[in-house]
């Protein structure tokens, strides 16, 4: 089946089941308002964030093809972006955090398509273009910082989830968009963040998932670097956000070195935040994600490894010793005395592989009733299986045709005839299968010979653990895209006639042959029917600016009358320092 998005070099890379998450971006759902807000808050970055962000973040805009008058093309950004080895894709608003991640691995930006409301210029709760297109993508154009991206995804998309994580991701993912809806009751949103804050304080133990959440949250997101008494910008929350990229800049917003200790450090979304976390430098990111990788199941394995799959409830694979994959819904795990795993048990379609690659005969269809199977070596014998030459395989009498009896240090007994091994390129035996077999732990019985084939893994110990399949292509996809959608907002015809003035403003500012008297009627009409609208007027001034209208007074007095709404004084006045600053370099 033909993608429904562009293919390049990186996105042809990307696995079949991330492609549901890839929407066609919505361009001409976007109002000539909004191509106003997007210019209205670039032109601001560009002017605060050229003191105070990464040195990488303008070289950047120009680098990945973000323009600072209109909204992005994804299909332009693309075809700057694959010169950096990098793409982009548009996605409908929060996508599941481990698909998130898994994009990044592949190299791929994913940039939510909506775009904020006049209401949010400053700052919206849910992802959006500028967010995304304006916040992340200037600084990947920096080699190191986008390689920490890269294998921060690879990491990532590996990482454990509980099951109160997709409730949790699911409930911020419906805040956000009740928040960005202008049409939203207050109701509706209250009730959307008493949940998130019901649930923020009864996660229990953090998982790898939502520790890694916030790694990702205090550095990609929220990050500074340089020096507590001087750091730079570099977090793409606060480089699409005028309101906040202010804000943490001052004092009272606590300045912290970035340490492992962010991984433990809960974050709320919809608040600025109170403190954030400086790294010295981009290389020390990559330090600390190696540290808090070293900390994860994928590199522990062992009986906290299990646990924790078994805790998501959600599809994992664990890795023995000898190299063989068991992918599937973890469901039992029985320990000895030492705390170290003797035998584990899925439930369900279950399926195996070795570096990634699944067994051949040893799909989900083989094993669709689950998998289960001793760890360890065998009870007084100091030779692990895996580690037998065929010569001691055959004293040990473990050999096709023989009906043996395999006792395991932890009293798994595996009692069975031997019907074949297999082994890897290497010769390592993987797997030994019986049949005729009963499985006891003491007088428990794990299986019975009636059930059909015993396939044992063999290993001596879990060395790994973590999210996902070995083997991508081993399962039907069960991943799920939200069935929370973004709101389209719906526009009544008053809010449409603005729009068309934005647009014909918009018209105006790139002709040379505007009159004055066009401008008039549209300041006209705007006082009558929108005397609220701050942006139009902002414009308005600034066209006038360039031609020199002798009505630019009468606009200038008109925002100052705007200017005393709480509302949006701020705004105005950063709107029009800019332009006076313009007016004077020109």
Same mark, same amino acid.
């Given at each position: ?22 929407? @066609? ?40 093809? %973000? ?72 600084? %990947? ?51 959307? @963040? ?44 606060? +480089? ?50 190696? @540290? ?59 399926? +195996? ?78 797997? %030994? ?121 009468? %606009? ?31």
């Amino acid at each position: 089946m033909d993608a429904h998005f562009e293919l390049n070099d990186v996105t042809k890379k990307l696995p079949k089941h991330l492609h549901k998450f890839v929407v @066609q971006q919505p361009y001409d759902e976007y109002t000539a308002q909004n191509q106003a807000v997007w210019r209205y808050v670039m032109r601001m970055n560009v002017d605060y964030l050229s003191k105070v962000a990464h040195e990488s973040y303008l070289k950047g805009l120009s680098k990945t093809g %973000i323009s600072i008058d209109e909204i992005p093309h994804m299909e332009g950004m693309n075809r700057i972006l694959k010169d950096i080895g990098w793409a982009a894709v548009s996605v409908d608003g929060f996508i599941p955090p481990n698909a998130f991640m898994e994009f990044q691995a592949y190299n791929v930006l994913v940039i939510a398509s909506d775009m904020r409301t006049i209401n949010h210029i400053e700052y919206t709760p849910a992802p959006d273009i500028i967010h995304e297109a304006a916040g992340h993508a200037p600084i %990947i154009a920096n080699p190191e910082y986008a390689e920490y991206l890269r294998r921060f995804g690879e990491i990532g998309s590996k990482a454990i989830s509980s099951a109160k994580d997709y409730e949790m991701y699911e409930a911020i993912r419906l805040l956000s968009i009740l928040k960005e809806d202008p049409n939203s009751t207050e109701e509706e949103i209250n009730n959307a @963040q008493e949940k998130v804050e019901y649930l923020q304080d009864n996660m229990g133990e953090l998982s790898e998932m939502a520790q890694i959440r916030n790694l990702h949250w205090w550095t990609v997101e929220y990050g500074l670097i340089g020096t507590l008494e001087h750091p730079k910008i570099y977090g793409a929350g606060l +480089l699409s956000s005028i309101g906040e990229s202010a804000w943490c800049m001052q004092d009272k917003v606590k300045k912290v070195p970035y340490s492992i200790e962010a991984a433990n450090t809960n974050f709320d979304i919809t608040k600025p935040q109170p403190q954030l976390f400086v790294t010295p430098d981009f290389a020390y990111l990559s330090l600390v994600l190696e @540290q808090f990788a070293n900390k994860m199941a994928i590199r522990k394995g062992g009986l906290k490894g299990i646990q924790k799959l078994i805790n998501s409830c959600n599809l994992g694979t664990i890795e023995l010793s000898t190299g063989i994959q068991i992918s599937g819904v973890f469901t039992n795990v029985i320990e000895d005395e030492n705390g170290k795993p003797i035998y584990f048990q899925t439930t369900g379609k279950t399926a +195996l592989s070795t570096r990634d690659k699944e067994l051949i005969g040893h799909g989900i269809e083989n094993h669709k009733n689950g998998f289960g199977s001793p760890v360890g070596k065998l009870k007084g014998i100091n030779i692990a299986i895996e580690n037998m030459s065929p010569r001691d395989l055959e004293a040990y009498q473990i050999y096709e045709g023989k009906r043996i009896s395999l006792e395991f240090e932890g009293d798994v007994k595996v009692e069975g005839n031997v019907i074949t091994g297999t082994r890897d390129l290497r010769g390592k035996i993987l797997l %030994i299968s019986f049949e005729n077999c009963t499985v006891t732990h003491g007088k428990t019985i794990l299986f019975k010979p009636e059930w059909g084939i015993y396939d044992m893994a063999v290993g001596k110990e879990v060395v790994s653990a973590y999210s996902g399949a070995a083997d991508i292509n081993s399962f039907e996809d069960t991943s799920k895209v939200s069935e929370t959608k973004t709101h389209k907002i719906k526009y009544s015809e008053n809010e449409k006639i603005l729009y068309n003035l934005y647009d014909d403003i918009r018209k105006m500012r790139s002709t040379k042959n505007t009159s004055e008297e066009e401008l008039k009627v549209i300041f006209n009409q705007l006082k009558t029917n929108f005397p609220l609208d701050w942006l139009l007027n902002l414009e308005l001034y600034e066209v006038a600016l360039q031609n020199n209208f002798p009505v630019k007074t009468e %606009i200038l007095n008109y925002l100052l009358l705007l200017q005393e709404n709480k509302a949006y004084k701020k705004l105005i006045e950063n709107g029009l320092n800019l332009l006076h600053v313009n007016e004077l370099q020109s």
